[in-house]
């Protein structure tokens, strides 16, 4: 008999404010750093994965389209890992689509795997609760751990010594979404994908960036200043400590010769710091790609989109804010 078992879910991309750069272990996927993220409303990922035996290999549809070979094969490792722990054999249809620009580069794979784990995970009618989906997500990319979860949200570091295959290493949620009224403006700096993704830059960084030692030294700081700023609901201490991070992680891939920036990132941040110069308090972050998140106020977003749309480049601006966590969507089918 043919039985599919099909379950859909949503995930909204996060924005580091405390960085993840570097891993403790490839293998693994174990961060080096500790971060501290904010989850955003304004974009989405939605995932339907139908484990099929009629199928004969796994299939990921990405906009509706097959997906290039990288992004497939880190699909089917995941679904790997969920057939070995439900025992079911049968191979896997995905369907995935953003509300925002793939090829944009813009944090596409932290809910693009968040809503992947709870799909596959509730399709394959496997009991795991959020802390167990979040490991998951963190073993395909560690950013997307962070995704299962609304609000602000941290992933630890992984152990100084790799662990059992089965020890977990999830995200946890530390503020939900209200506790820090905030505006994040992403400037779309261009319409193509990043040219080195972020697990190939980290191996890079770790290889060539006389830098990356005081990068590790710091990260944990910054990441402990974070969530004081952020316990204390101090917007402008947040937004400095957000800056940093980026600026630091940069210029640490920089050093390896990894520049992700385009001059347009420039141009947004010399804006951000002008405006700022101004008394309006905004900060900028930015992940591995050329994109400006803009961090302000929600009072101060109007005025904020203004001056960074005005940047020659910016080829719109997308205001988000703080949001909920990874979901299922409706009830899971078994049709004969
Ligand atoms: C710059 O989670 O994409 O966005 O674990 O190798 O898939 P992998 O990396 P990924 O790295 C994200 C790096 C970052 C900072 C962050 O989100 O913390």
Do not use: Q
């Not at 060539?208 to 990068?215: F, G, K, M, T, V």
């Not at 109007?302 to 910016?314: C, D, F, I, K, N």
């Amino acid at each position: 008999m043919n039985r599919s078992h099909r379950a859909t879910a949503s995930a909204h991309p996060n924005i580091a404010l405390a960085k993840y750069w570097g891993k403790r272990d490839f293998g693994h996927n174990l961060p080096a750093v500790p971060s501290l993220s904010v989850t955003l409303d304004g974009m989405c990922t939605t995932t339907t994965v139908t484990f099929d035996d009629a199928l004969e290999h796994d299939e990921f549809l990405l906009a509706g389209a097959p997906a290039a070979d990288g992004p497939t094969g880190r699909v089917v490792t995941m679904l790997d890992r969920v057939r070995a722990a439900s025992g079911l054999r049968a191979r896997a249809r995905v369907e995935s689509a953003n509300d925002f620009p793939t090829a944009a580069g813009l944090a596409s794979s932290a809910s693009g795997f968040a809503a992947l784990a709870v799909a596959a995970v509730r399709a394959a009618g496997l009991d795991w609760g959020a802390e167990r989906t979040s490991d998951l997500a963190r073993r395909s990319s560690a950013s997307a751990a962070r995704s299962l979860f609304g609000g602000f949200v941290e992933l630890d570091a992984g152990p100084e010594h790799v662990p059992d295959e089965g020890a977990l290493l999830s995200a946890r949620p530390v503020f939900p979404a209200e506790h820090l009224p905030l505006a994040v403006l992403v400037c779309v700096a261009t319409e193509g994908a990043k040219a080195i993704g972020s697990t190939d830059g980290m191996r890079a960084t770790a290889t060539r960036s006389p830098y990356h030692a005081a990068w590790l030294a710091d990260a944990p700081r910054v990441f402990r200043a974070m969530k004081t700023a952020l316990d204390a609901r101090d917007f402008p201490a947040v937004g400095e400590l957000a800056e940093h991070s980026a600026l630091a992680m940069h210029a640490n891939a920089i050093a390896a010769g990894l520049v992700y920036w385009t001059g347009v990132t420039i141009d947004v941040l010399a804006a951000v710091r002008a405006l700022r110069a101004r008394g309006v308090p905004v900060y900028a972050t930015i992940d591995a790609g050329p994109h400006v998140k803009v961090l302000s106020r929600p009072e101060d977003a109007a005025l904020a989109g203004t001056w960074m749309r005005a940047v020659p480049g910016v080829l719109r601006v997308i205001e988000c804010a703080p949001g909920g966590g990874a979901r299922v969507l409706g009830d899971v089918a078994e049709a004969p």
